[in-house]
Each structure stands twice: as structure tokens, then as C-alpha cells.
């Protein structure tokens, strides 16, 4: 035999071979799934209803202490919990963590909704209680649920997929308007052209009254006023 024929030989030998599952096997996984994201839902939904009035943070878990976006997150936090709202978190460090603290050192409620990660999500020593879920769309769904507000931060990947989450919901009116509001202009505004100048005068693919569903503003005064002319849900 070649050489070239004993190499392609071996190399079919070594591939994995193709797993197959029966429709047993398949149902049973599903109905695993089922349960466990199940009783997700209902242990958060029965934690976050004792926390009537709350205000949702969201942002970068790379945001580090010395950053002018972390020291303003635990500020305006400290300045909503003194008003009586419940800071919600992801639980994790960054700009999570920087709201959790602001709240805490207030003394109000400073809730952490935790993720089960591979590594482990290190959670930050700064809530007063906390719960873990493993999948992350259950995990985005309460902490979507309820809110009077929601504050983004500057973030990656997953603030931005959980700012375009609220706002399609708030969009398409699955929940009710809500205050959605972008602090970090230095970060918000170039997003907020790309919206403005491509997704609505471009290609129209947005009304015009959506780019008003969300505010970037600033101003911490001007924030809290906001967040506190909105009902309660």
C-alpha cells in the first residue's frame, strides 16, 4: 500500500464516529431541560416579587474600580436606594458590582442574579441576597421582570444584548414602557448615530418613534427624577 493510501486509511480510523440518539433518548434530555429551566423561572419570579420597587443595572464585568463609569454606577445606585428602590444586578464584578456596593453602603436591598459558568461567575461580596441560575435566559428574564427602570452601562456583548432584548419587548409592547436609560454618552452616542443614521434613515428598519424608546442621559438628578415618575408595575 502507499503511503498516501495508509495515511487517508489512518485518518478514517481516527475520526470520530457519528453519535446517533433514539427519540427516547431525545425526550428524555428535553424533559430534563424542561424541568430544570422550569423551575428556574418559577424560583426566581417567587424571589423578585418581594422586591416591588427595583431598578435593573447592567454593564461591563471588566469595569474596574478606578473607572469613571464605576464610581458613577455606585453613586447613582447609593442615590436610588436612599429613594427607596431595590438595586438588581447580575450579581457579578465590574459595573454589577459597583451598583451592589452603592446600594449596600445605603442600606437598602442588593440583589444579585447570579449565572453558573464553567469557571465559575465570581460573584461580588456586596448583596444582601442572591440567587443562581444555570441557563442564561432564564437568568435575563426576571431580571427583565418588573423593573421601574432600566440603567445601562457601558458594556460588551451582553449589555448589548440585553439593552436590544428590552427595547424589542418594549417595541413590540410584550412588556410596558419602561424608562430605558444610557448612562455614558462617550460610549451610547456613536451607537445611537449608527441607529439614527442606519437603521432608520438607511434602511428603514425601525419606525421613527423607536429611537425614542431609550434616553442617554448623564445627569444623575435628571435620572432619578425619571426613574421616579415611573409607575409601579
Excluded: C
Excluded at 123 to 135: G, L
Excluded at 219 to 224: G, R, T, W
Amino acid at each position: 500500500m502507499k503511503k498516501k493510501e495508509k495515511a487517508s486509511s489512518r485518518r478514517k480510523k481516527e475520526k470520530s464516529p457519528i453519535v446517533t440518539h433514539t427519540k427516547a433518548e431525545l425526550e428524555r434530555a428535553a424533559k430534563k431541560r424542561i424541568s430544570v429551566i422550569s423551575k428556574e423561572f418559577a424560583m426566581g419570579f417567587e424571589f423578585i416579587q418581594h422586591y416591588p420597587r427595583s431598578v435593573t443595572f447592567f454593564g461591563s464585568t471588566r469595569t474596574q474600580q478606578s473607572s469613571p463609569h464605576y464610581k458613577k454606577a455606585q453613586h447613582l445606585a447609593h442615590s436610588l436606594s436612599m429613594q427607596g428602590y431595590t438595586i438588581v444586578t447580575g450579581g457579578g464584578p465590574g459595573i454589577m458590582q459597583a451598583a451592589n456596593y452603592g446600594a449596600l453602603a445605603a442600606g437598602g436591598a442588593s440583589i444579585g442574579l447570579n449565572i453558573q459558568l464553567p469557571g465559575g461567575q465570581v460573584a461580588n461580596p456586596y448583596v444582601t441576597n442572591s440567587i443562581e441560575f444555570y441557563y442564561f435566559f432564564s437568568r435575563k428574564v426576571v431580571l427583565a421582570f418588573s423593573a421601574e427602570a432600566y440603567i445601562y452601562f457601558p458594556g460588551g456583548f451582553g449589555t448589548l444584548d440585553e439593552f436590544f432584548e428590552i427595547v424589542t419587548l418594549v417595541q413590540t409592547r410584550k412588556i410596558p414602557k419602561v424608562p430605558i436609560i444610557l448612562v455614558g454618552s462617550d460610549y451610547w452616542k456613536p451607537l445611537d448615530k449608527f441607529i439614527h443614521q442606519h437603521l432608520l434613515k438607511k434602511h428603514k428598519a425601525i419606525s421613527k418613534g423607536d429611537v425614542a424608546l431609550y434616553k442617554i442621559i448623564d445627569d444623575e438628578k435628571e435620572i432619578i427624577k425619571i426613574v421616579k415618575k415611573a409607575p409601579q408595575r
